[in-house]
């Protein structure tokens, strides 16, 4: 027993210091490998992002901004990369290589200002200060306006690189365990199986039986060696006590397992109950929620939610010192799309429009649905009041576009009117008035026109 003993820990040590160089081998070349997939990866990440804030700016280039007019981009620019840790920002250059929108982690990020196509025929650039993909923007005429920009951080790729190689090495110490786990395995048939074959013998001995136990241990005797047989005959001993007490101690198990039973099934119903009951009442807080904050057709908000987010973004506007701005939206000749396809294409055309506004404003904006065709938008922190007539204008080309329902298009038009805070009003209800009143002279001019509060 001594010497096989001495053997089975020499072949454990041998075996954990093979593995072990294994095991560093494999980690060495697998960093390499899943460093430069990292790399690609983030690469095509990056090239995507390039992709789409090309998209965008492309978009607006097709309402005939210039590149340079393009009014909150920096948000764009942020919004294309965001919630992607392998990209560390997004920018808009011109033609000449001159940084025109970015979001802030890569204004500092210098590019080489080389002209021509030349200098995108790989679309993944490496400069000494970043790495990043580049996308052309281009003008309806199909001349290059400027470049859309993603930067890799590479900061990303090397940590992911290195939670792969964590969960690697984790693989392989189980690997290192299964095999040493075989050779205990092999080892116990050598050495510990003859020993449970002689409990197992023991075990299913009969104590009512006495003449068992003298037969089993004349048979141990005659097969195993002197120093084995004392093992059996302490064995023997212990078994003629146990034997005693095995009735006793089963028939109270019995009785401790029905009475487990039982109590687990109780608890397992009332669990049921309970998690139902908590099931229902989130599920009906979450609706009595999203019934009192939105509109049930369009998912806005609703007029009493407007309120409240208003006089939230006028009090932030009244404390920083800058402007703010309510549009008050009607949709031109509703009424007749309604009348000529019915209800269902009209409630789809005020959804189709409630996703137009929200997507021509920002996140932080309002925007509400107040009235059958009726919407507001409250636009917070305007550094230049004039700006509320350019986002109204724009919305208005926005409306304008056709909307297509079942191979048909349907035009509308909006009818905008404009009221700025605080040189309108201080308060939410006062602003919404003066908007409303300049909606009306909006529709007065001929609809599908903004106009702005003029006080007269």
């Known amino acids: 027993m001594f010497g096989k003993g001495r053997i089975h820990q020499r072949v454990n040590l041998i075996s954990s210091l093979f593995f072990s160089l294994a095991a560093i ?3 060495a070349g697998g960093g390499i490998a899943l460093y430069a997939q990292q790399g690609n990866n983030a690469g095509s990440r990056a090239a995507l992002a390039a992709g789409a804030l090309s998209q965008k700016a492309e978009k607006l280039l097709r309402l005939e901004l210039g590149l340079g007019d393009f009014l909150d981009f920096n948000e764009q620019c942020a919004e294309v990369v965001e919630n992607d840790p392998l990209l560390a920002g997004a920018a808009v250059f011109t033609n000449r290589w001159e940084l025109l929108y970015g979001t802030q982690e890569t204004v500092k990020i210098s590019v080489p200002r080389r002209a021509g196509e030349n200098f995108l025929s790989n679309r993944i650039l490496e400069t000494s200060s970043a790495r990043f993909a580049v996308q052309p923007i281009k003008m309806p005429d199909g001349a290059t306006a400027g470049y859309a920009v993603a930067f890799i951080r ?4 090397l940590f992911k690189t290195v939670r792969s190689l964590v969960f690697l090495f984790m693989g392989g110490l189980v690997l290192l365990v299964l095999i040493l786990g075989v050779q205990n395995r092999i080892f116990w048939h050598l050495v510990g199986a003859p020993l449970a074959e002689m409990v197992a013998a023991a075990d299913s001995l009969d104590a009512d039986r006495p003449e068992q136990l003298s037969r089993f241990s004349a048979l141990m005797q005659r097969k195993n060696p002197p120093d084995i047989n004392s093992i059996y005959e302490a ?9 005693e007490a095995r009735g006793e101690l089963l028939r109270q198990n019995e009785n401790l397992e029905t009475l487990v039973k039982i109590r687990t099934e109780q608890l397992e119903y009332a669990k049921i109950l309970l998690e139902e009951d908590i099931d229902r009442r989130k599920n009906l807080e979450d609706e009595l929620r999203s019934i009192a904050e939105r509109d049930t057709l369009t998912g806005l908000l609703n007029r009493r939610s407007m309120e409240v987010r208003t006089d939230s973004l006028l009090s932030r506007a009244g ?3 800058s402007y703010s701005a309510m549009l008050y939206i009607d949709l031109d000749h509703f009424k007749e799309v309604n009348d000529r396809m019915g209800h269902e294409a009209g409630d789809r055309l005020l ?5 137009r506004l929200a997507s021509a404003v920002r996140e932080s904006d309002v925007v509400a649905r107040i009235g059958g065709d009726e919407f507001v938008i409250v636009l917070g922190d305007l550094p230049d009041s004039g700006l509320a007539a350019i986002i109204a204008e724009k919305i208005r080309i926005s409306i304008n576009l056709p909307f297509v329902f079942e191979n048909t298009e349907v035009s509308v ?3 905008i009117g404009v009221s700025i805070f605080p040189d309108d009003g201080k308060d939410m209800r006062s602003l919404l008035k003066k908007a409303d009143a300049a909606m009306y002279s909006a529709k007065s001019k001929g609809r599908n026109t903004c106009c702005c509060f003029s006080g007269k």
């Open 25 to 27: 081998i494999l980690l």
């Open 154 to 157: 590479s900061e990303a790729v």
């Open 351 to 355: 959804m189709d429009v409630s996703r």
């Open 413 to 415: 038009s909006p009818s």
């Open 319 to 321: 404390n920083k010192g």
């Open 235 to 243: 064995l023997h001993r212990l078994f003629i006590r146990l034997q």
